[in-house]
């Protein structure tokens, strides 16, 4: 699946997040030595089907459920050690062996407790501008680490440090909770003793990931850096605010887990052969209600970390066509294909018109965002299941027809086509 010329090869969702990421990346995995996520923390949720059972992926790399493959958390991350060590422990309950096989880097940073007591506090005082977090901390902990006020892995092997730390950022914590007007009360001396303990089993796993990884590419072999959430959730050209707090485009990848940006040999962006978002925010495809309920309903679109509806819409080729070039895609997965079945009729927007002009890309500016219109296109459905297509000729011709569209419009090659949840429903083009 992975071309033999490409030894570093970034999976990035090109959407608004949940476009399939966990699926491609386990697929991928098979011929890869080393599965690194770069950025984002336990606000992701990557689902991976092995046979019967299925895996919900938060923060360890979706190449785990792989014998004898390399997962990597890199600086870039913000960890939450606490639900990583439930994460874990599930996943060794489940019959895998993964101590061994996990690296975190010194560098990343910590979300402890007092992060997701001001996410949902920040979010509770935006009121109707909220943004629809996941709850899980993410903005608080990049908050602290550009006000360089975070805590590290590194720190936890100095005890001393740790508690002068923790000393410091549960008081800064507390001072933000009481201006938001939350009565929640950070308790150090509860956070030090779960940190300590936590730390023993830490500690063991981490160190200088980028190092490993270099190392591991000098040697030949394979490496996929997976991207967390999408590009229009990235916080420089996503739909700010309503966003997440990194940066999730590929060119955040080598940055996140130490190595310089010369070794990506590809950039493989994942998109679903239509359009969801989870959380506030612009989704100019939406659906109206009954329509996206159908189509919610279709595509099983709930979200994997808060279970929360998926709003649901048609492709969206501007924001494919921006996350080409933002992200520098090499190719596209397309994701879903077979959720479009039963479907009549699948419209796909060609462009935006605004005003007077036609814009082939997103813009910047959300404030005229209630004026946009897509320009929609109409192409026949299919109306056959494409579950079983292994092959691009086993599709049905519209179906063809609909992805040489996506091509066309975007200027990308499709590279893998996914058809359903399983490892074998996937049809790799020119392979
Ligand atoms: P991620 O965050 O990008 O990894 O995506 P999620 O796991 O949050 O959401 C994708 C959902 O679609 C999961 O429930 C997957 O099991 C499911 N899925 C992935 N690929 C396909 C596919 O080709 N067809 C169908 N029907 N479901 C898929
Ligand atoms: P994966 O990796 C979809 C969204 C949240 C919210 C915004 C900010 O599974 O694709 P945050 O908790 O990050 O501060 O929330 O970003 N969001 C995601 N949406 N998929 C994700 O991850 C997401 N991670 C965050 O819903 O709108
Ligand atoms: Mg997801």
């Known amino acids: 699946m992975l071309d033999s010329d490409v030894r570093c090869l970034v999976v990035v969702g090109s959407q608004w997040g949940d476009e399939g990421k966990g699926k491609l990346v386990d697929v991928l995995a098979k011929d890869a030595d080393w599965i690194a996520r770069y950025q984002g923390g336990a606000n992701a949720g990557h689902t991976v089907r092995v046979g019967e059972q299925q895996y919900i992926l938060h923060q360890i790399p979706s190449g785990i459920l792989y014998p004898g493959k390399h997962c990597v958390l890199g600086n870039g991350m913000v960890l939450d050690p606490v639900t990583f060590f439930d994460e874990l422990d599930e996943l060794k309950g489940r019959g895998y062996e993964v101590e061994d096989r996990i690296l975190i880097s010194t560098r990343a940073q910590l979300v402890l407790a007092y992060h997701k007591l001001l996410d949902r506090a920040e979010e509770q005082s935006r009121g109707d501008a909220a943004i629809g977090t996941t709850g899980r901390g993410i903005g608080a902990a990049y908050e602290d680490k ?6 590290r892995v590194a720190d936890l092997s100095n005890r001393e440090r740790l508690r002068e730390l923790l000393e410091a950022g549960a008081a800064r914590a507390q001072a933000k909770l009481r201006a938001l007007g939350s009565d929640e009360t950070v308790d150090v001396e509860a956070l030090y003793d779960e940190l300590s303990s936590l730390a023993e089993r830490l500690l063991p796993m981490a160190c200088d990931v980028g190092l490993a990884l270099s190392r591991a590419l000098d040697r030949g072999e394979k490496v996929l850096l997976e991207g967390a959430q999408g590009s229009m959730l990235d916080v420089d050209h996503g739909t700010y605010p309503f966003v997440t707090s990194s940066p999730t485009v590929a060119g955040a990848a080598t940055t996140g887990v130490g190595l310089g940006p ?67 895609l090499t190719a596209l997965a397309v994701s879903k294909l077979d959720v479009l079945d039963t479907l009549p009729e699948i419209k796909l927007a060609v462009n935006y018109r605004l005003g007077g002009d036609t814009l082939e890309e997103f813009p910047a500016d959300l404030s005229r965002l209630t004026e946009l219109e897509p320009v929609y296109e109409t192409m026949p459905g299919w109306r056959t299941s494409s579950a079983e297509a292994r092959r691009l000729e086993d599709l049905p011709a519209t179906a063809r027809a609909y992805l040489d569209r996506i091509s066309e419009l975007t200027g990308l090659p499709i590279r893998f086509v996914s058809v359903g949840r399983r490892r074998a429903q996937i049809i790799e083009v020119g392979g």
Do not use: S
């Open 146 to 151: 550009v006000a360089r006020a975070g805590i």
């Open 262 to 328: 010369t070794v990506i040999d590809a950039v493989l962006g994942v998109v679903k052969a239509y359009t969801t978002r989870v959380g506030n925010g612009p989704l100019p495809t939406e659906l109206p209600p009954a329509e996206a309920d159908h189509l919610r309903e279709l595509g099983a679109e709930y979200g994997a970390t808060t279970g929360r509806p998926r709003r649901t819409g048609w492709f969206d080729t501007p924001v494919v066509r921006y996350a080409a070039r933002i992200n520098g």
